[in-house]
């Protein structure tokens, strides 16, 4: 039997990755065929993967909630949802899904009222310390919420909550001479990953030039649409499809705080700099990094950081002994709680 599945989250890869990793692990189990609701134009900030199931991509021209949320211009909002509720809920009439999983982001909110309407399981992701406002309106609705972290504020229903971890691409085997051999970087050193999550950050990139300018006995991989390389032990790109495999070779990652990010930090075991963006939503990358606050995760804000303080703490970076992963991905438990409260594949 094939399963027909409808998903949603915001344009973002810290939205679109989580649900990537579930239907990959759907797709283990059973046939899967795929309609993907997302923001109208978002899908050219980050790349999305390219062996995603042949998903039928529905853009929706969605309007952001505007703060505070009292505001007199969320009238607009409102009616902007209103106007994709009724175009999605005609779209799942025709599908006729046997479930909707999503991942947060104001997209969400339209599809989610449309799905409850017509009496669709829900089930919703929160990846963030603190819940998004469009998954807090709409997990009344939910037959499951999966959460990233324990006592995730704001989430009004823990009865029907589990905290199941973020569900991660994770590479299939790692092979670390090689990923360093491609780039010619010399297998000795360690390797720092610097990335702004799925949409770059300059505010790191103008930081770290110092840093580059000073440090030449580590490799450096950085992500950024803006910086071009002029030191040798420093690679850039604008995008890596394959950043997690080298998060996996990683001795240390400096990054922003957004919750995908920071899962795969906590998952590959990771010393970071994390740097929260921030203006994000409720300061939620600030507290996403407090939630994962460990030994060896140094967080600053920005008006903190120098590169004074990255050199610092950078300079006694070491290699790993090994790269083995030990934990196992969150998207098997999440598939199998699914599909379990579904009655089983
Ligand atoms: C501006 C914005 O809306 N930020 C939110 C967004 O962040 P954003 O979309 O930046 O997402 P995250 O930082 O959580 O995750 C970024 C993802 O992109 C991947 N990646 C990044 C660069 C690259 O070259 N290749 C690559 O694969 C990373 O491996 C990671 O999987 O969603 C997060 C999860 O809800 C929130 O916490 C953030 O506050």
Do not use: C
């Not at 790993?320 to 030990?326: F, G, S, V």
């Amino acid at each position: 039997m094939k399963y027909k599945i409808v998903v949603s989250g915001g344009g973002t890869g810290g939205h679109y990755y989580p649900a990537y990793a579930v239907i990959k692990e759907l797709e283990k189990n059973i046939d899967v065929e795929l309609t993907y609701f997302t923001i109208y134009n978002r899908l050219d900030y980050f790349k999305v993967p390219k062996d995603f199931p042949d998903a039928q991509h529905i853009p929706l021209k969605v309007k952001g909630l505007i703060r505070p949320l009292y505001s007199i211009k969320n009238i607009n909002v409102l009616i902007n949802t209103y106007i994709n509720y009724i175009k999605v809920k005609k779209i799942l009439k025709q599908i006729t899904p046997n479930f909707i999983i999503l991942t947060g982001g104001y997209v969400t909110v339209p599809v989610g009222l449309a799905a409850k309407d017509l009496n669709i399981p829900i089930f919703i992701l929160e990846q963030n310390k603190i819940m998004g406002v469009a998954n807090r309106v709409l997990s009344k609705y939910a037959k499951k919420i999966f959460l990233t972290y324990n006592n995730t504020i704001g989430n009004k229903y823990p009865e029907k909550s589990i905290t199941s971890g973020n569900p991660l691409r994770i590479p299939s085997n790692i092979n670390r001479n090689k990923l360093l051999n491609d780039l010619d970087f010399n297998e000795s050193l360690p390797l720092i990953t610097i990335f702004g999550g799925s949409l770059g950050s300059e505010f790191i990139d103008n930081l770290m030039i110092d840093v580059y300018n000073k440090i030449t006995n580590i490799n450096f991989i950085h992500i950024s649409k803006k910086l071009k390389s002029k030191w040798e032990n420093v690679k850039i790109f604008d995008y890596l499809d394959n950043l997690t495999e080298y998060l996996a070779i990683s001795d240390m990652v400096i990054s922003r705080g957004g919750a995908t990010s920071l899962s795969e930090i906590d998952f590959f075991e990771i010393p970071a700099i994390i740097i929260p963006w921030g203006n994000s939503a409720e300061n939620q990358q600030f507290l996403n990094a407090k939630g994962i606050n460990k030994e060896n995760i140094h967080i600053f804000t920005e008006n903190d950081v120098k590169p004074q303080s990255i050199i610092d703490i950078i300079y006694n970076v070491k290699k790993k002994n090994n790269y083995t992963i030990k934990k196992q991905n969150p998207s098997k438990f999440i598939v199998k709680t699914i599909l379990d409260s579904l009655g089983g594949a």
